[in-house]
DNA sequence: GTTTAGGATTCG
């Protein structure tokens, strides 16, 4: 620190380490006017590799030529141990400590280029070697030549001058002559037995192997680091042998080995992304489903790399296919409520298969309808099993209106189920709207348990009622008593929720028979329905799903009240929550703007089922038993 | 104001 004379200590809030607060207790402008001027006028020396001094506190500039990407140190830190090499040909291992993962060197292949300052020299087994010290901070580069001279840092603040770039180009140039170069990107295509390699590639899947684990996402690029491999033959119960390539990342840090998440600015990712984009998604899917076949009928041996699955297979002729995750390892954006012990089917083989029959598969939501939820809820009779749309609310006043008496029956009013109340409207030509308010063994109870029925009410009034009282009926006057609407309109209102009966399946009971039901507390619907001779329709999501598993593709039929979401869709049109889950799942489905290959896999339980319309037959298949992830929700 | 790791393939 010493060396850098009067300016050590502004160094170091520049390169955004801890003593900040010493900066902080200057007025303002000192600070910024100070900055103005110190910023050109700061200079580091780097010390040549060939030229350290143990218990010294350098500034150097390298080339990688080894490193182990940032792990978990038995101490308190993470650790990344890193061999650099300059023009003098002299190597220094560093060992680099942090408690923030984030401050470690970003290095992502042999022959990146970093710069370090604060670097601690001392002795180790007559060894020089390079430590973090206080203030320690690195800027990391591509090491290709010609490639843009970026540094990667989680400094907010660092110095960076046409010297430093000089300096990056320099060492490019040098290793371009005097080191191997890094091995281009191996493709798992390229791989061959019983070798160590880099893998750069996206997580598609993983299996959780413990809670402690290192938290990947999927959809993620990753490097991993001195992948081995190894032919693994595997022995089938008709005594053919299948022979396996498996993956192993070992355990340790042994060479390098490790796994680092690739940012998307990586240009090894950008060429990864490149070479997925134009590769033929059909012939891919169609392959690799083939060898999912086998998959199910061997036991292989899964090929676990810290959780993550990555196989490939030889068939016995020596012909390779490649698929990149094993299906059954990767967690499901949906999972089955029961059948678990079914195998699964690939749609090519339901789609051929006679009905009816049931089949537990893994597929992906191509596209659904409708898109609306409006037009995706709809009314359904457990009886008839008609469905029917869900009256819009524009429509609901004018049948309101159209049903009701134009004049409440006054005889009709206070009898011993309720006690009834008449206001006129002062504009609107003076509407009548009576409410009776149903008494409990004679008694008024409180309004929050309490259900009226209402004569000539608007909607927005009977919405207002609601919000108050238990229940709402509406109701007009007949010829010997109250009398239920024609059932276009709702039968019963509770809160925002509107309950309907079944027009075919439903005989209209007089209104007294609610009697029999003053004794219970609370206004459950099926139990007002069934006194009043109401079959219920329910709420239910009516949705078409387009199911793709990469060998076929077939239309699946979802019928859901609550289960399948877990959101009921008698609620769903009047909270906003709920809408917003739904749409939250929808999209985590289908995640828009996404290809295929990046939505998540969908594990159903499919009945298929035979539809006569009119003389022609057609095959149908709906969504059973299955229900929206606990950790997607 | 310490320790961690201190490059050197797995693991049965």
Known sequence: ??????????????????????????????????????IPATHYIYTPLNQLKGGTIVNVYGVVKFFKPPYLSKGTDYCSVVTIVDQTNVKLTCLLFSGNYEALPKIYKIGDIVRFHRLKIQEYKKETQGITSSGFASLTFEGTLGAPVIPRTSSKYFNFSTKDHKMVEALRVWASSHLSPSSALLKLCDVQPMQYFDLTCQLLGKAEVDGASFLLKIGSFLRIYSLHTKLQSVHSESQATLLCLEFHLHGGTSYGRGITVLPESNSDVDQLKKALESADLTSQHSDRFCQSEHEDSFPTPSTMVNGIDLRRSYSGSGSVSLYEVERCQQLSATILTDHQYLEKTPLCAILKQKTPKQYRIRAKLRSYKPKSLYQSVKLHCPKCHSLQEVPQEGNLDIILKENATKTPDTKLHNTLLYDSKIWTTEEQGGRKVAVHFVKHNGILPLSNECLILIEGGTLSEIYKLANKFHSVIPVKSGQEDLELLDL??????????????????????????????????????SSVAEVLGIVPLQYVFVMTFTLDDGTGVLEAYLMDTDKFFQIPASEILADDDFQRSMEMIMDMFCPPGRKIDAYPWLECFLKSYNVTNGTEQQVCYQIFDTTVGEDVI
């Open 1 to 38: 620190m010493s060396r850098d004379g009067k300016c050590g200590i502004f160094l170091k809030t520049l390169e955004d380490y801890k003593s900040a607060v010493y900066v902080y207790t200057k007025p303002l402008r000192d600070f910024s006017t100070e900055s103005m001027s110190l």
């Open 488 to 525: 276009s309109a709702p039968f019963l209102i509770q809160g925002k929720i509107l309950h309907y009966g079944c027009k075919q399946c439903s005989s209209l009971r007089s209104i007294q028979n609610l009697n029999s039901l003053v004794d219970k507390i609370s206004w459950i619907p």
